[in-house]
């Protein structure tokens, strides 16, 4: 499986508040440039896969597997909708490598959106917090920022996190995405700025979190041995894992390490041969700022306790050891849940093909993505690389 | 504003029963309790539980306050929430009442106490479960 599939071509729409856009629009567009990009005919897609959280709560519009292969111009390709809270379409493009290394498909595109600020705040929280445990979390009133705040709380007991690390986060992933012209924030903000925003959940504030977004994303993807035929810089997919955990935050041991993350970047490192220390980028899945701490600790960067440390000493800066969320992350490129994990993968691609602009990573060679659902409940790891090795 | 995704009456009493007196499920063979009721055990795997009161007192494990409620709850607003560590062991998610935040801490001692959570619409039906109060020492 490793190096069997490569990406050929990425595109995406900026992340943003697109008042004057529909699912379907922001899709096409996505799709559309990624198959200029890989310089593909729209014939030659042999099936779709589609990352999306909620569009049936959002938009009230389910069944967009048909909808947007109708509207891409295919009808009669298979699509199908993924759903796996906001790591939908991290998930998608898991299912797409695998029906392209299976044998099944020689050229898929894998995409994915999402439609949020067509509704209230309100309604956008309600919706998210269905990727908890609705019975026994979100039914008494926790939302997504609660869930995080509650880790937040723990790793800053057990292992002196402090409110300001927290903060360093924030303005590393803007001052990435202040390079990135998709980003819906495209400014610097400082630790002050951070410290004095509003409380959402405490100890988390409004500048820990991503933000609401609109946005869609896509890659195409082909079997290895004919990428060539259609790009001379094919990035090769060599190892992708996923897990799950339990529902409910509260039926963790220690709520301070995600365990499909362990389990799923065990999966990727294993298939694709490499260490945590081999990989010189990284997307992670920073929904909050806490989130990115975890992501340090879990993919093994570092060692449980010391995601803080990273921060402090500016290893995950762009020009660091490790630089990570170079497009800005969710929280500043923007967190169109369904959108995030492909967005992720056209990042990294950009990135191992030397075409990240101001942002880019000198040297990448290898990169990897990290997109969790819900507060940790699923996650998909994939780690990318210039060559086939 | 659409409604379409606050819960129904029927699904509202499908878990009335574990909701007001706190029902969980202990698992025969390992011990462990989980709030609710389960047919195997995530962590041994065993299929033999029997269902349980769970224990209305524990500590908190850690809390926040939610400043940014869901558009069912926007009118309670700000308010706390935590998991609390029941003495029995079993973990929950439950909101904090009759306090502020500034008088808690994770460790805090908590006691369950059975109120309104909120309610379908103004003629539906009104939604209750536990939620937990510190613990009044000496009295």
């Not at chain 1, 220390?277 to 997307?283: F, G, I, K, P, T």
């Not at chain 1, 990273?310 to 969710?330: Q, R, Y």
């Not at chain 1, 990448?364 to 690389?385: D, F, K, P, Q, Y």
């Amino acid at each position: 499986m490793r190096g069997d599939v490569a990406v050929i071509g990425v595109g995406m729409t900026k992340f943003d508040e697109h008042w004057n856009k529909q699912l379907r629009d922001l899709f096409v567009e996505a799709a559309l440039e990624a198959l200029d990009d890989a310089r593909v005919d729209l014939k030659d897609v042999k099936a779709m896969f589609i990352g999306n959280m909620g569009s049936g709560m959002w938009v009230e519009q389910e069944h967009l597997g048909p909808l947007l292969a109708d509207y891409l111009g295919i009808p009669g390709v298979p699509s199908l909708k993924v759903e796996s809270a906001c790591a939908s379409s991290g998930m998608a493009f898991r299912l797409g490598f695998m029906s392209v290394a299976a044998g099944l498909h020689d050229i898929v595109l894998v995409g994915g959106v999402e439609k949020m600020s067509d509704v209230t705040t309100g309604e956008s929280t309600h919706h998210l917090a269905t990727a908890a445990d609705r019975e026994w979390e979100a039914f008494y009133g926790v939302t997504f920022p609660g869930l995080f705040a509650l880790i937040a709380r723990r790793h800053m007991k057990q292992y002196g996190t402090t409110r300001e690390q927290l903060a360093k986060v924030a303005v590393k992933n803007h001052k990435h995405g202040s390079y990135n012209p998709k980003a819906q924030y495209q400014r610097a903000i400082s630790i002050d700025d951070v410290l004095n925003s509003p409380l959402v959940a405490d100890p988390l504030r409004l500048l820990d979190s991503s933000p609401i977004s609109d946005g869609a994303a896509a890659v195409i993807i082909a079997r290895s041995d004919i990428a060539r035929r259609f790009t001379d810089t094919p990035v090769y997919v060599l190892g992708s894992g996923t897990a799950t955990d339990t529902i409910a935050l509260h039926d963790r041991d220690d709520i301070t390490i995600l365990r499909s993350v362990v389990l799923a970047a065990k999966e990727a490192y294993s298939m694709a041969k490499v260490e945590p220390e081999d990989v010189n980028l990284a997307e992670v899945h920073d929904c909050f700022t806490i989130a990115e701490i975890l992501a340090y600790e879990d993919l093994g960067f570092v060692k449980k306790g010391e995601g803080g440390r990273l921060i402090d000493e500016g290893m995950t800066e762009l020009g660091g050891k490790i630089p990570v969320n170079p497009s800005g992350g969710l929280k500043a490129k923007g967190h169109p849940v369904g959108a995030t994990g492909i967005a992720q993968v056209v990042e990294v691609t950009l990135q191992l093909r030397n075409e990240a602009g101001k942002r880019q990573v000198s040297n990448a060679e290898i990169g990897l993505t990290h997109n969790i659902g819900g507060s940790g409940a699923s996650c998909v790891v994939h780690i990318l690389g210039r060559s086939r090795r | 504003m659409s409604n379409m995704s606050v819960p129904k009456a029927p699904r509202i009493w499908q878990l009335a029963e574990r909701r007001y007196r706190l029902v969980g499920s202990k698992c025969l063979k390992c011990g462990r309790l989980f709030v609710g009721l389960r047919k195997v055990c995530p962590q041994c795997k065993s299929t033999e539980f029997e269902y349980v009161e769970l224990s209305r007192r524990g500590k908190i494990y850690s809390y926040t306050v939610i400043r940014a409620p869901p558009m069912e709850r926007e009118k309670y607003g700000p308010y706390i929430m935590a998991i609390v560590e029941l003495d029995d062991g079993c973990r929950l998610t439950a909101e904090i009442v009759d306090c502020s935040s500034e008088e808690i801490d994770i460790g805090t001692e908590v006691e369950a106490t059975f109120r309104k959570i909120g309610e379908e619409s103004e003629s539906g039906i009104i939604y209750y479960a536990c939620k937990f109060r510190p613990v009044v020492k000496g009295v």
